[in-house]
C-alpha cells in the first residue's frame, strides 16, 4: 500500500477541482451515460460496465465481487471514483497513473459491486439512500462531524435544529442490523418483535467478511440501542435481527503521514 501511494506522489500529479456545472445530476434515462477517462482502461481489464447515476462504470471485473472485496480489505483495491467530479487527476494522466498503480502487485481493480459491500461493512453511508437533505446528523448517527466549536458558535446551516437534537432526544436514528437467512434490502420493512413497522432498512446486503447479512435503517430512538431485537420482512416472511453497533468490521485505514 506504501509503495501505491509513493507512486502516486513521484508522478507529480496534482489534484486540480472541477467546474462547479459539471455536478449536475443525469437521468439515465433522458441523457447519453458519461464516461470517465478510464472507460476504455475499463474495457481492456474486463470490466463489466452499468449505468450509475448517469455514468457508465464497471460493477466488477474479471474476479467475482467476493475475491474483490476480499482482497481490498486484506490488501489494496483501485477504484474509479472521477464520476464524483471533486477532485481530479489531468485526464490525460490518468491511464498512466492507474497503470503505474496496477504494476505494484497488490493493488488490483475493484467496481462497484465491492465498493457498496465494503462501505455497508464499514457503516458508511450512500447518500441519497442513507442520509439525504432532509436527514440531520444526529438522526443519521453523523454527530462526530460537528466539532465543539461549531456547536458553541452554531455557525452553520440548520443549527437552530440541529443543536437542540444533539441535547435532546431525536424521533429516529440511523443503525446497523444483522440477521441470518435472506438478505436485508433497502425498503425492506423493520418490525418491533409484537409485529408493529417501526422503520424502514435503507442498504443492506451479505457481509463478505463476517458471513452474515448487515445493513442500516432507520428506527424510533427508543430502539435504537446496541443488541435491541427486532424483525424484518423479507420476501413477505419476517425475520429476526438485531440492532448492532457500527462499523460491523473494524476499520484499518492507511493513513499518509
Not at 40 to 52: N, Q
Request: one cysteine or more; charged letters at 20%.
Amino acid at each position: 500500500m506504501q509503495r501505491a501511494v509513493s507512486m502516486v506522489a513521484r508522478l507529480g500529479l496534482r489534484l486540480q477541482a472541477f467546474p462547479s456545472t459539471l455536478g449536475r445530476p443525469l437521468s439515465c434515462t433522458q441523457d447519453v451515460l458519461r464516461r470517465t477517462p478510464l472507460y476504455d482502461f475499463h474495457l481492456a481489464h474486463g470490466g463489466k460496465m452499468v449505468a450509475f447515476a448517469g455514468w457508465s462504470l464497471p460493477v466488477q471485473y474479471r474476479d467475482s465481487h467476493v475475491d474483490s472485496h476480499l482482497h481490498t480489505r486484506q490488501h489494496c483495491s483501485l477504484f474509479d471514483v472521477s464520476h464524483m467530479l471533486q477532485i481530479s487527476v489531468p485526464a490525460v494522466g490518468a491511464v498512466r497513473l492507474a497503470t503505474a498503480l496496477l504494476e505494484n502487485p497488490e493493488v488490483k481493480l475493484a467496481g462497484l459491486a465491492a465498493r457498496d459491500s465494503l462501505r455497508l461493512e464499514a457503516g458508511l453511508c450512500l447518500y441519497g439512500n442513507d442520509i439525504d437533505e432532509h436527514t440531520t446528523p444526529v438522526e443519521g448517527s453523523l454527530s462526530w462531524t460537528l466539532g465543539k466549536r461549531r456547536r458553541a458558535a452554531m455557525d452553520f446551516p440548520g443549527a437552530t435544529v440541529i443543536v437542540p437534537q444533539l441535547k435532546g432526544k431525536v424521533q429516529r436514528r440511523r443503525v446497523g442490523l444483522m440477521c441470518e437467512g435472506a438478505p436485508m434490502r433497502a425498503h425492506s420493512p423493520i418490525l418491533s418483535t409484537e409485529g408493529t413497522v417501526i422503520g424502514t432498512v435503507t442498504s443492506g446486503c451479505p457481509s463478505p467478511c463476517l458471513k452474515k447479512n448487515v445493513a442500516m435503517g432507520y428506527v424510533p430512538c427508543e430502539y435504537s440501542r446496541p443488541g435491541t431485537p427486532l424483525l424484518v420482512e423479507v420476501r413477505q416472511k419476517q425475520q429476526m435481527a438485531v440492532v448492532s453497533k457500527m462499523p460491523f468490521v473494524p476499520t484499518n485505514y492507511y493513513i499518509l503521514k
